[in-house]
C-alpha cells in the first residue's frame, strides 16, 4: 500500500499558493504496485478528475492524478482515490436476475432479454411504445446515452425517456437555455485561476467537488486572493472560508438574490453598454427587483441587511466573477427562477465570456452533462428544440427515419411524470440504469409501492442489487467504469476519455452493449430497412454521435478517441474552428437565442408554460441573452404548530449519491458509516436532545430515526445527508432522507424540491 | 351604459374560474403539480376579483337592467382520471377565453372613457388569464397523449 497522501483525514490535500496557473500535484494511492496503467477519469462527481488506473494481474490496484489533465493538474480527492474498490466489490452482480414466485432467481442473458422483448413487443402492439419509460442516469458514458436516446426516440418512439439527472441537472440546463438560448456552461475551471471574486449559490463545493475547491484554496493561500461570497443556511466547509456568508431561511433563494440584483442596479454598478447592446428584458428585471430591499430582504430571509451589503459589494465591484450554484439552488423552491438570476448577475455586469468570468451551472453527477447533451433525458441530441420542425427534421435524417417517429408533439416526459404514469398504470414497463431512485427520489414510501406494482415491468441494469434492483423484476448486471470503454463530460465541458481497465465480473456486460442488444432483438429499422443503429463498438457509437453533434454548441466533431488519448481532456466545442477545444463561449457575446438555433422559445418562469414558437419568432432576440425577472414566492409547505421545523437535505464529502460505490469502498464507509441529524444547540436543547443522542425526524410523509449532530445550523432547520439507505441496514429501521421529503418540483425545470419541507423532530 | 353590467358579467366569470381552479387543485391533488398550479392561479383570478371592486362601484349606478342575462354556468364538478383531468383543464381552458374576452371587452371601453385605471387593471389582468390560459394547454398537451392514446 502506498499513498501520496492520507486523503481521509486530510481532505484537500497540502496547499500549493497561485495566482494565474495552477501548480500540479500529483495525488496516488495503490494497493499494490502496478503492472501498468490505463487512462481514465474519475466518476464519482461532476469534476471529471483525469485519472490513470492503476492495474495489476487484471484488477484494479488504485490510480493516480494525471497531471497534465486541465480539470485537476493530478489532484484526486477521497471520492477519486478510493472509490474504485467498490468495482472488486465481493457483491457484485454476475448473472441476470428474473423474478420468479415472488422471488429473484438466476437467469441467463438469453432469458432475460427475451422477456424484456417480448413484453415490450406485446406493450407496443396493445398500448404503443408510450406506455414503455426509460429511468437512466448520471453514470453512462456518451456512447451509451446517445445507443440509448436513438434506440428510444428513433426506435421505440416513446416520449417517456428521462432519469436520475432530472433529479440533479434539469435546472442547470434550464436556466442556462433560458438566460443564452441554449444549454452550454459560457465558462471554464481556469477562470478561477485569476478571478477577483466567486459567488457560490446553494453549492457546498469543498465537500462536492473536492479538487474544484482545492483550486479555489490554492488562491486563497496565494497572492490577490479572491473574496468569497456563499450563500447556504449551513457553515459548510464551504462557508467556513467565505469573506461574507449569508445563510437565507429555507426556499428564500430568490428573495435574496434579487436583493443583491437590486443593489447592483441602485449602485449603478452595472453595465449599461453590454445590457443595451447583448441582452433583452433588463426594465421588467428592474421593476421587479426594486421592492427588495435589503430590509425587506432581512425581513423575510433572516439575512442582515448589512452582510447583504457587504456581498452586493464585493460582487459589485470585482472586475471579474465566478458564480456557481448547485442543489441548494436547484432542488429548493422556485429553482429555475433563482439559477437565471446568478445569470442576470453576470449578464448586468457584462462578466461573460471573457477570462476570469464564469457561471458554473453545476452538475451533481458526473455524467449528467452528456444525458442532457445525448438526448437520454428530456432534451433532444444536440440540444435541439423539440419545437422546432427543422430540428426534428434534422434529426430524422440522421436517423434516416419518418420525422414523426420522433415524438414530439409535447415536450419529453419529465421524470417525475414518468413515476406518476407509472402509478396510474399507463406506463407498463420502466427500464431503470445505473441509479437507485429507491432511496434518491423523494417520498420513498410512494417510490416503493409504485415498483413493486402488479402490472408494472420494472428492468433495472446495475452493478449491485441496489434497493431498487431489489424490487425490480429483471435485474441485469453490468459492467462498470474501468470495465468498458466510453467518453463523458465534466461540467465545464471537458471531455474525457476513459478506457477498460479490467473485465468485468462473471456475465457482468456494459450498459452499451445491453442497448445494442435490445435494438438488435427488437428489429429496430431505418426508413430503408436497414439496422437503425449501424454502430457496435464504443468509437463507432462516439463518431456517430459527432455527426450528430456537428453545427450544434455542444460540437464534438473535431474530437476523436486518438485525441482524446494521451493528453488532458478537451472543451467542446471542438471542430475545424478550434481544433484544441473551447475555454468560453460567448466570447463575441453573440448568444444562443436565434429562434432557428435556440435549444428553447422559452418559458413562464411562474408556471413553467412553455412559450409559443411563434411569440418568440415576432420577438426574436437574435443572439442577444435573455433577461428574465421572478418575484418571490413562498414555499407550498411552510412549518406550522404541528411540524414546526424545517428540514432540508445534502451531501457529505466521503459519500456519492447512494453509496452503492462510495459505501463499497472501506476507507470512505468507515469515515462515514452512519448518517446523522444536524440541528442547532437551540432546538437540541428544546427537544433535550445531547449529541449522539437518536433522534426521530418526522413529515407528513414519513418518519426517520438517526443519531443527533449539534451545531454549525441555523436554529428551526433540521438537515440530514441523503446517502444512506437500506442496502446495509435494516430496512425496517427507516433512516433515509427522502422518507420525509416532499412529491413536487419546480414548475420550468421539473427538479424536485428536496431543500425544504415541514418536520418534526423528538428523542427516540 | 352597460359597462356595470358587463363588469358584473366578468366578475361572475373571475369567480367561478377562482372556485373551478381551486376544486381541480384538490380534486387532482395526487397530481402534485396540478394541485399547486391550480391553486396558485385561483389566487390570481381571485386577485382579478379585487382588483374589480372599486370599478363595480364606480359604475354601478349606470348598470342597465336584467344583469342575470349576462351570467351563466361555466363549470359544474370535477371529473376523475387521467381523461377528466384533461376535460376539466379543457373546461378551465375555455373559462380562461370566456374571463379573457370579457377583460378585452372592458378594456375597449376603458378606451373609449379615459378612465387610465381601469386600462391599466385591464392590462394588468389580461396579461395574467394569458399565463392561465398558456399554462393550461402546455398542460393539456402534455397529458392528452398519454390520456387518449395508452391509457386504459
Ligand atoms: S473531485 Fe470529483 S471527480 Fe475529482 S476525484 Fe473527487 S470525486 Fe472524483
Known amino acids: 500500500m502506498s499513498e501520496t497522501r492520507n486523503a481521509i483525514q486530510d481532505i484537500w490535500g497540502p496547499r500549493t499558493p497561485y495566482h494565474g496557473a495552477w501548480p500540479v500535484r500529483e495525488d496516488e494511492r495503490v494497493t499494490e504496485t502496478p503492472d501498468h496503467w490505463v487512462q481514465s477519469a474519475c466518476v464519482l462527481c461532476s469534476n471529471g478528475c483525469g485519472l490513470d488506473i492503476g492495474v495489476k494481474d487484471g484488477r484494479i490496484v488504485g490510480v493516480r492524478g494525471r497531471v497534465n489533465d486541465r480539470v485537476n493538474h493530478g489532484r484526486l480527492g477521497p471520492k477519486g482515490l478510493h472509490g474504485w474498490e467498490a468495482n472488486h466489490s465481493s457483491d457484485r452482480l454476475t448473472k441476470p436476475l428474473i423474478r420468479r414466485n415472488g422471488q429473484l432467481e438466476e437467469a441467463s442473458w438469453d432469458e432475460a432479454m427475451r422477456l424484456i422483448v417480448e413484453r415490450s413487443q406485446e406493450l407496443i402492439r396493445q398500448h404503443t411504445a408510450s406506455a414503455i419509460g426509460f429511468y437512466t442516469s448520471g453514470q453512462l458514458f456518451i456512447e451509451e446515452y446517445y445507443t440509448l436516446g436513438v434506440l428510444g426516440k428513433a426506435g421505440l418512439g416513446t416520449p417517456h425517456m428521462d432519469g436520475n439527472t432530472r433529479l440533479c441537472t434539469a435546472t442547470a440546463g434550464a436556466a442556462l437555455k433560458i438566460s443564452f438560448g441554449t444549454d452550454g456552461q459560457p465558462g471554464s475551471y481556469n477562470d478561477l485561476n485569476t478571478t477577483e471574486a466567486v459567488l457560490l449559490v446553494g453549492h457546498n463545493m469543498a465537500s462536492q467537488q473536492t479538487v474544484l475547491w482545492t483550486r479555489i484554496l490554492d488562491r486563497l493561500a496565494g497572492p490577490n486572493p479572491p473574496q468569497l461570497v456563499v450563500i447556504d443556511p449551513r457553515r459548510t466547509y464551504t462557508a467556513e472560508k467565505a469573506t461574507v456568508h449569508l445563510a437565507p431561511r429555507a426556499g428564500t433563494n430568490l428573495a435574496v438574490l434579487n436583493g443583491l440584483i437590486n443593489l447592483l442596479i441602485e449602485a449603478d454598478q452595472i453595465d449599461h453598454a453590454f445590457i443595451k447592446a447583448h441582452t433583452v428584458g433588463f426594465a421588467e428585471l428592474r421593476k421587479t427587483v426594486e421592492k427588495w430591499t435589503p430590509e425587506r430582504v432581512e425581513h423575510l430571509t433572516g439575512v442582515p441587511a448589512e452582510k447583504l451589503l457587504a456581498a452586493a459589494r464585493i460582487l459589485g465591484t470585482s472586475k471579474t466573477l465566478v458564480s456557481t450554484a448547485l442543489q441548494g439552488v436547484y432542488q429548493s423552491m422556485q429553482a429555475t427562477a433563482a439559477a437565471v438570476q446568478i445569470n442576470n448577475i453576470h449578464l448586468i455586469r457584462g462578466l461573460i465570456g471573457t477570462p476570469g468570468n464564469a457561471i458554473l451551472q453545476m452538475n451533481g453527477q458526473p455524467t449528467s452533462q452528456n444525458t442532457r447533451e445525448c438526448g437520454a433525458d428530456g432534451d433532444l441530441p444536440g440540444f435541439r428544440n423539440w419545437d422546432n420542425p427543422d430540428h426534428i427534421e434534422e434529426l430524422a435524417r440522421l436517423w434516416n427515419v419518418h420525422p414523426d417517429k420522433i415524438p414530439h408533439w409535447a415536450p419529453p416526459t419529465h421524470a417525475m411524470q414518468i413515476w406518476r404514469y407509472c402509478e396510474t398504470g399507463s406506463i407498463k414497463l420502466l427500464w431503470i440504469q445505473a441509479t437507485n431512485p429507491a432511496v434518491s427520489m423523494p417520498e420513498l414510501a410512494r417510490i416503493r409501492r409504485i415498483l413493486q406494482q402488479k402490472d408494472l415491468l420494472v428492468v433495472v441494469q446495475d452493478a449491485f442489487l441496489t434497493e431498487t434492483a431489489k424490487l425490480a423484476d429483471v435485474v441485469l448486471p453490468t459492467a462498470i467504469w474501468g470495465e468498458k470503454t466510453g467518453t463523458f463530460t465534466n461540467t465545464d465541458r471537458t471531455v474525457h476519455i476513459s478506457y477498460q481497465a479490467i473485465n468485468p465480473p462473471g456475465e457482468a456486460r456494459a450498459d452499451f452493449d445491453i442497448f445494442l442488444d435490445y435494438a438488435r432483438r427488437m428489429d429496430f429499422r431505418d426508413k430503408d430497412g436497414q439496422p437503425l443503429i449501424k454502430w457496435s463498438t464504443p468509437e463507432e457509437a462516439f463518431e456517430a454521435w459527432k455527426a450528430c453533434s456537428k453545427g450544434r454548441p455542444c460540437d464534438y466533431s473535431g474530437l476523436s478517441y486518438e485525441k482524446l488519448t494521451g493528453g488532458s481532456g478537451i472543451q467542446w466545442p471542438c471542430n475545424e474552428q478550434h481544433p484544441d477545444g473551447t475555454e468560453h463561449l460567448y466570447t463575441d457575446h453573440q448568444f444562443n437565442t436565434h429562434a432557428d438555433y435556440c435549444e428553447t422559445y422559452g418559458y413562464d418562469l411562474v408556471t413553467g408554460a412553455e412559450k409559443q414558437p411563434e411569440e418568440y419568432k415576432a420577438n426574436d432576440p437574435k443572439g442577444n441573452a435573455i433577461i428574465l425577472a421572478a418575484d418571490y414566492e413562498p414555499p407550498h409547505e411552510e412549518p406550522d404548530a404541528e411540524y414546526p421545523l424545517w428540514f432540508t437535505t445534502g451531501r457529505i464529502v466521503y459519500h456519492f449519491h447512494t453509496r452503492t460505490k462510495t459505501g463499497r469502498a472501506r476507507a470512505l464507509q468507515e469515515a462515514a458509516p452512519e448518517g446523522f441529524v444536524q440541528l442547532s444547540a437551540e432546538d437540541a436543547a428544546r427537544h433535550g436532545i445531547a449529541a449522539g443522542d437518536l433522534v426521530t425526524v418526522e413529515s407528513r410523509r414519513g418518519k426517520v430515526t438517526e443519531p443527533a449532530r449539534i451545531g454549525d445550523i441555523e436554529p428551526g432547520l433540521v438537515f440530514m445527508p441523503f446517502h444512506y439507505g437500506y442496502w446495509d441496514h435494516d430496512e425496517h429501521d427507516k433512516r433515509a432522507a427522502n422518507e420525509l421529503t416532499l412529491t413536487e418540483w419546480d414548475p420550468v425545470s421539473k427538479q424536485p424540491h428536496f431543500k425544504y419541507a415541514a418536520v418534526r423532530i423528538r428523542k427516540a | ?152
Open chain 2, 1 to 152: 351604459m352597460h359597462l356595470g353590467n358587463y363588469l358584473g358579467l366578468l366578475d361572475n366569470s373571475e369567480k367561478q374560474i377562482t372556485k373551478a381552479f381551486a376544486q381541480v387543485s384538490r380534486h387532482h391533488k395526487d397530481e402534485p403539480d396540478i394541485e399547486q398550479m391550480c391553486q396558485k392561479l385561483s389566487a390570481w383570478s381571485r386577485e382579478h376579483q379585487g382588483k374589480l371592486v372599486p370599478y363595480l362601484q364606480r359604475y354601478a349606478e349606470q348598470q342597465s337592467t336584467e344583469p342575470a342575462r349576462l351570467k351563466h354556468e361555466l363549470f359544474s364538478a370535477p371529473r376523475s382520471g387521467s381523461l377528466g383531468l384533461i376535460r376539466d383543464l379543457h373546461d378551465l381552458w375555455l373559462l380562461t377565453q370566456e374571463v379573457q374576452l370579457s377583460w378585452t371587452v372592458i378594456q375597449q371601453a376603458a378606451l373609449a372613457l379615459r378612465d387610465e385605471d381601469l386600462k391599466a387593471t385591464c392590462a394588468f389582468c389580461s396579461a395574467r388569464t394569458k399565463r392561465q390560459t398558456d399554462w393550461l394547454l402546455g398542460r393539456i398537451k402534455q397529458a392528452a397523449p398519454q390520456a387518449l392514446v395508452v391509457a386504459d
